[in-house]
């Protein structure tokens, strides 16, 4: 309360007063002095938000962890290498064939690590390009920038260039780029062209997974055999997706995604999600049907469908604009269906 505005004294009144008038922030001081004015608070959910202003603060600072653990992986280096010259000169001063061997198979195990780190850099960095590429997209969408678009659109074409079914989709979409379409509906038009698909596709991997882990932790008789075959099917279905919608992740790139598909499905409340639509579905006389080993694989079938979406929220290049989100509802149903079948 400023200088300008005068003290005013609690007082109760009616909605319904003809001297009470409801107005918007920017009328206000505009009637007469005496009458009781309400500015009604701008509800939570209509206040601007700044899409530049990041979620988490911005870490800073010296990293003394990354410094930690790069210098015990130099150490390992050079005590591995240490060891490897003087196991060298040991093969050399016991027999000069064994010495020759043995610098032979060290020079095998170099030139494989730096294949292999390569390797490791390159997925890592497809998967980097993917992900900008997602967030590129999501900011045209929101600007409805053509240039960037544009830039968007050719990105993409190089990275579908290897994969043989999208040809028809590749050269339908490079002959609109000279054409006169605004940034957001060139990205939708990209979509539809190169996602569509690759979709269809991923729908059909996930739906097969769900039933795979179904069957198997219905019939298998042991708790750990179930949970490992999960384990193994959520990184070979990962892995499957990744690879159908453009990265060749290695072991580092599988590591990195499983991180983020977990960190996906803590943001969305997927698990809470999945659970409820679990419990509405078998609650409606379905679990009546099914035996309780069936019930279970059921379940550990709807959670690996649900593991499956996230990760292709987290593998697609674009986001789900033009085409509609794959929904676990429709491999619910595909999966009880599979489930009536069998009985």
Same mark, same amino acid.
């Given at each position: 309360m400023n +200088?300008?505005?005068?003290?005013r004294?609690?007082?109760? &009144?009616?909605l319904?007063?003809?001297?009470?008038v409801?107005m *918007?922030p920017?009328d206000?001081?505009?009637?007469?002095r005496g009458?009781?004015?309400i500015?009604? =608070?701008?509800?939570?959910a209509?206040l601007?938000v700044t899409?530049d202003t990041p979620?988490?603060?911005?870490r800073?600072g &010296?990293?003394?962890g990354?410094? &930690?653990?790069?210098?015990?992986?130099g150490?390992v280096?050079?005590?591995?290498g240490?060891g490897v010259?003087?196991?060298i000169?040991?093969?050399f001063a016991?027999n000069?064939?064994l010495?020759f061997?043995?610098?032979?198979f060290?020079?095998?195990?170099?030139?494989s690590?730096?294949?292999?780190?390569a390797?490791e850099?390159i997925?890592?960095a497809?998967l980097a390009?993917? +992900?900008?590429l997602?967030l590129?997209a999501?900011?045209?969408l929101?600007s409805?920038d053509r240039?960037?678009s544009r830039t968007?659109?050719?990105?993409?074409?190089?990275l579908?260039h290897?994969?043989?079914?999208?040809?028809?989709?590749?050269s339908?979409?490079q002959? /609109?780029t000279?054409?006169?379409?605004?940034?957001?509906d060139?990205?939708r038009?990209a979509?539809r062209?190169?996602?569509a698909?690759?979709d269809?596709?991923a729908?059909?991997?996930?739906?097969?997974?769900?039933?795979?882990?179904? !069957?198997v932790?219905?019939?298998?008789?042991r708790?750990?055999?179930? !949970?490992?075959?999960? &384990?193994?099917s959520?990184l070979?279905l990962?892995r499957?997706?990744?690879?159908?919608?453009?990265?060749?992740?290695?072991t580092?790139g599988?590591?990195s995604?499983?991180r983020r598909?977990?960190a /996906?499905?803590?943001?969305t409340?997927?698990m809470?999600?999945s *659970?409820?639509l679990?419990?509405?579905?078998?609650?409606?006389g379905i679990?009546?049907? @099914?035996?309780q080993?069936l019930? =279970?694989?059921?379940?550990?079938?709807l959670?690996t469908?649900r593991?499956g @979406?996230?990760?292709?929220?987290v593998?697609r290049?674009l986001?789900f604009?033009a @085409?509609?989100?794959p929904?676990?509802?429709?491999?619910a149903k595909d999966l009880l269906?599979?489930r =009536?079948e069998? =009985?």
């Open positions: +200088e300008k505005t005068p003290f004294r609690p007082a109760t &009144f009616k319904d007063d003809p001297g009470v409801v *918007d920017e206000s001081g505009r009637f007469a009458t009781i004015q500015v009604p =608070e701008a509800e939570p209509q601007p899409v979620l988490l603060p911005v800073r &010296f990293r003394w990354a410094l &930690f653990w790069g210098g015990i992986a150490l280096l050079l005590g591995t240490l010259m003087n196991l000169q040991d093969l016991r000069e064939g010495g061997l043995g610098l032979a060290a020079i095998i195990a170099a030139v690590l730096v294949v292999v780190t390797r850099a997925g890592l497809r390009t993917i +992900e900008k997602h590129r999501a900011e045209v929101a409805d240039a960037a968007i659109v050719a990105d993409l074409l190089k579908a290897q994969t043989p079914q999208l040809a028809r989709a590749r339908t979409l002959s /609109h000279d054409d006169i379409i605004d940034g957001a060139m990205i038009l979509e062209e190169l996602m698909p690759l269809e596709e729908r059909r991997l996930v739906s097969a997974a769900a039933q795979r882990v179904s !069957v932790t219905a019939v298998s008789p708790a750990a055999i179930d !949970v490992l075959f999960v &384990f193994v959520a070979r990962i499957q997706l990744a690879r159908l919608y453009g990265g060749r992740p290695g580092l599988m590591i995604l499983m598909v977990i /996906h499905l803590a943001i409340g997927g809470a999600a *659970d409820s679990i419990q509405q579905m078998l609650g409606h679990a009546a049907k @099914l035996s080993r019930g =279970e694989g059921v379940l550990n079938g959670l469908a593991l @979406l996230a990760a292709i929220d593998t290049p986001p604009n @085409l509609p989100r929904a676990l509802a429709d491999l269906r599979k =009536e069998e =009985e």
